[in-house]
């Protein structure tokens, strides 16, 4: 069988032609720009928890969605975003306690040293400007990244992000390394700092010079390549000795879905000098962050102002602040931890020709579906459609596009892992 890379939108994407009228009418207004999940679309109505309620009144658990991470909807981040909005909402150019004390208390939960925060709408943005940040302080433009990562949609921050590529190859002064994973063999860390040390020598070689090392802690994209702690850690001391900065892109792992502490970097044990942050930080109120040490982002200031109209608003610090109450309080991070473990054992103890490796820590899993031992990703996009057809939603990731992403909101009870499991036994291994 031949596999090809595959891009992020097309996995699980529709491709068909809009019989339904909803359909119809979003192509005709959105075109070529509409992605829609799933061969029969579904038309979201209202969700809570870890359910999504269709407008045909199906209820499907939701093992998909991060953004809403403390929960769909959670009464506490509606009521913190209703209050301040309905009391004040301004750009960040006002003092307002809400923003500062929001600020001092996630600045004293981040790995980075020193650390100072910019605040932004989108996760692309965050990682938009700490390129920025690392190639002013270098002086370099190159940038190592894994070879199927996602980090945005900037124009800057599409370049390094391959699962985007369609057309093209990769931009020379853009390198790709394998994430940490078999391509490495026994050494996982060492072949991973050994790959970045080469691509760092190759950027160098070529004049390009070496800005920066841009890592999503978890390796979503890539098809969830649960750390092999040690190789972040290696990776910062290669990049730090050549001279560049390490950026963590924590939009996917950060905010407790690892099961061990708000970040998956800091549970690895590595120091990033960036770090990038977004997705649930709001549970869906659209906000997102970078955070530097302070002297980096003093040397930008000097060469550059930077404002973000709607970014670091009261209102989306209100949001920010419950979702970190909500985590803390709802004991979200040993849910994640529990259910998270739950899930990987009974996935793991399953015993089909369809399912290769299952990776990934916490409430992040990936499971390969396999045909034989080639990657199978017309067969995940048929369970990822079975089980919708099941009332379960799940996603797709990897390289190839045949990896499941399992990634629900953190408060996924024993009850709804276990019907999950359940039912994706039945499609992979038959009826009991
Ligand atoms: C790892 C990672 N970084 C950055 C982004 C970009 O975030 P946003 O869509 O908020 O711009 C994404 C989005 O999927 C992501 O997965």
Redesign the pocket.
Known sequence: MSVTSRDILDMNAFHGDGDDPLVARRLASMGAASTLFFERPIEMVSAQGAEMTAADGTVFLDLYNNVPSVGHSHPRVVGAVQDQVARLNTNSRYLSAVTEAYSERLLATVPVPDARIAYTC????A?DLALRIARLSTGKRGVVVTEAA????TAAVTEVSPVSYRQGGVPDHVRLIPPPGPAYGNDIAGGFASALRAAIAGLEADGHGFAAFLC?SIF??DGVFAFDWSALVAAAEVTRTAGGFYIA?E??PGFGRTGRGLWAVAAAGAVPDILTM??PMGNGFPM?AMVARADLLARFAEAFGYFNTFAGNPVAAAAGSAVLDVIEDEGLIANAAAVGARLKDGLTALDSPVIGAVRGCGLYLGVDIVAGDAPDPDGATRLINALRGRRIMVGAAGRFGHTLKIRPPLCLSAEQADRFLGVFAELTVGPA
């Open positions: 989108s996760g692309s943005e990682n996602y980090h945005g949609n999503d979503s994209s892109d939009v996917q977004g997705k997102a």
